[in-house]
């Protein structure tokens, strides 16, 4: 998760320092580029990029599961950082327990169908 949130903190620190220096958007989604369709997680980088000049509203308009991955980016190193400091293994318990539940129909199938409408959403919005 540590390498997750390291790749993504890059990613985004790409995709800034592209924006400032050139208008063209990187277009890295293989779904996007081969179907034309935008994929559930199309507009993740834009909203979280959102998110970083203050725009709530935006962010959530553009993809919400943006909003999700960027408490997810700063939470998870401070956490696995302190575990490391206190020698526990809180984070990746949680993790565990996180997984075990996804793993029920009864929370499974609600979030997939939460990530099935937001694909349509995003195709529905043109992103």
Avoid: H
Avoid at 12 to 39: A, D, G, M
Avoid at 92 to 97: E, G, R, S, T, V
């Amino acid at each position: 998760m540590f390498i997750a949130c390291i790749a993504g903190y890059t990613w985004l620190y790409f995709v800034l320092s592209n924006e400032r220096s050139e208008s063209k958007q990187v277009q890295v989604c293989l779904i996007k580029q081969f179907t034309n369709i935008p994929c559930p997680s199309c507009g993740s980088t834009r909203s979280i990029i959102l998110l970083t000049k203050g725009n709530f509203l935006q962010a959530l308009n553009m993809n919400p599961m943006g909003v999700i991955i960027a408490f997810i980016m700063l939470l998870s190193p401070i956490w696995i950082i302190a575990d490391l400091i206190t020698r526990k293994k809180t984070f990746f318990d949680f993790y565990l327990k996180i997984e075990s539940y996804l793993k029920r129909p009864r929370y499974a199938i609600p979030l997939i169908l939460l990530v099935i409408i937001n694909w349509i959403w995003n195709i529905a919005k043109g992103l």
